[in-house]
């Protein structure tokens, strides 16, 4: 049973399933990516408000001299790299397989 519902899950062996298991099916692996995609909304934040304490000590630091201004470039340089917009979550093809298709029921 559990072997069935993980190969439903990777989108294998759905022809023996009626139309209302394929929408609960459809529900479950909604509700799984929002979860997903909230997760790494929230994890991006944390990271990005991170690098922003990170950048303003350095900025501190260079304030009193303590930094040199190309040092100071180079992390912010290496810093921007990090960064990852959280408004590129929601809609994002990146990942997405134009082969497969889409099975939307409902």
């Known amino acids: 049973m559990l072997q069935n519902s993980n190969r439903n899950l990777m989108g294998d062996s759905l022809s023996s399933l009626t139309v209302k298991e394929l929408k609960q099916l459809e529900n479950r692996l909604e509700r799984g990516i929002t979860?997903?995609?909230s997760k790494k909304e929230?994890?991006?934040e944390n990271e990005n408000v991170c690098l922003r304490?990170?950048?303003t000590e350095i900025?501190?630091?260079q304030q009193t001299n303590m930094v040199s201004g190309q040092e100071l470039n180079?992390?912010?340089a290496l810093a921007s790299r990090?960064?990852?917009n959280p408004n590129l979550?929601?809609?994002s093809t990146a990942f997405s397989?134009?082969?497969k298709k889409i099975l939307h029921l409902g």
Do not use: M, V
């Open 53 to 55: 304490t990170k950048i």
């Open 74 to 76: 180079a992390i912010h």
């Open 59 to 61: 900025e501190r630091l």
């Open 89 to 91: 979550i929601e809609g």
């Open 97 to 99: 397989q134009p082969d």
């Open 42 to 44: 929230i994890e991006l």
């Open 35 to 37: 979860r997903i995609r």
């Open 82 to 84: 990090n960064f990852f």
